[in-house]
């Protein structure tokens, strides 16, 4: 296998880390290298992929195949995506819920202040029936 099959992502440091630059091997889970240049740390960090999949190998241990974080990081962010959607859909069915609510007590309010004499003990068990279910 050819490390350099593997994607180096490279970052600047700051000055409060060192400065000069970090290379990171997403495939490869603390595969890393750094140096002054950008070119140096993805060196190093080649370097390091080789030690990490050799040791690997040494171990028995299964070795990722390039691109699987991207993989991985694609299925995450699907998995999320969907959890937000019906999360939204859940909000949305609420908000139709307690709009329903609202109407439904203002036609009671206006039903009791039109006529007090005309409301009667069902229609209250009513509407309360229906703020329970809400509610549940």
Known sequence: MNVHDYFAFVTPLS?????????YVPD???????????ESAIADAYNA??????????LGREIPAPGTAAV??????????????AALDM???IDERITDLEYKIQHLIDVMSSDARTVSYGAIK???????????
């Open 15 to 23: 000055v409060e880390d060192g400065g000069g630059f970090v290379a």
């Open 28 to 38: 490869l889970p603390g595969c890393m290298g750094d140096g002054d240049t950008a």
């Open 49 to 58: 992929a080789e030690a990490w999949i050799e040791t690997a190998n040494e």
């Open 72 to 85: 991985k990081a694609r299925e995450r962010e699907q998995s999320m995506i969907k959890a937000l959607q």
């Open 91 to 93: 909000q949305n069915n």
């Open 126 to 136: 009513w509407a309360m029936g229906k703020q329970t279910e809400l509610c549940h």
